[in-house]
């Protein structure tokens, strides 16, 4: 039986340091601990729940430009609030919605037009603005 190489690792699981003060670490864990079980009990209860959109084709055009201006690094990502670009993914969801305004010539009352042409135009012009 060969044993070499192989060995065990000690971890020291206790929770104060040797001034008596807890570790550093023991208190990001329960910090952790705590988001995490705050993650859990929101939205478990549809009183705690943010109301959800009406569906209708604004609300889908909304939430396409949302996601194209996150792309674009005009806003932050609701998880991490970081701001990134990613133009390649920012172009592709605008491609969609130029798709989507061509599938839908004729089929569209002249308010979801009209938004439909603004967000657009909009967002052509932020997705130029941030390849320069």
């Known amino acids: 039986m060969d044993v070499e190489g192989k060995g065990f690792v000690i971890k020291d699981k206790r929770s104060l340091n040797e001034k008596g003060e807890l570790k550093e670490e023991k208190q990001d864990e329960e910090i952790e601990k ?3 079980a705050k993650k859990k009990t929101i939205g478990t209860d549809d009183e705690q729940r943010v109301p959800l959109p009406e569906v209708n084709f604004n609300s889908l055009i909304f939430s396409l430009s949302s996601s194209a201006l996150l792309h674009i690094g005009e806003i932050a990502d609701p998880h991490t609030g970081e701001k990134r670009q990613d133009l390649a993914l920012a172009k592709h ?6 798709m989507l305004k061509e599938k839908t010539k004729g ?8 938004f439909l042409d603004n967000i657009l135009t909009d967002l052509r012009w932020r997705y130029v603005k941030a390849t320069k």
Do not use: P, V, W, Y
């Open 34 to 36: 705590k988001k995490e």
């Open 93 to 98: 969801t605008i491609d969609i919605m130029a």
């Open 107 to 114: 089929n569209l009352n002249e308010e979801e037009d009209k």
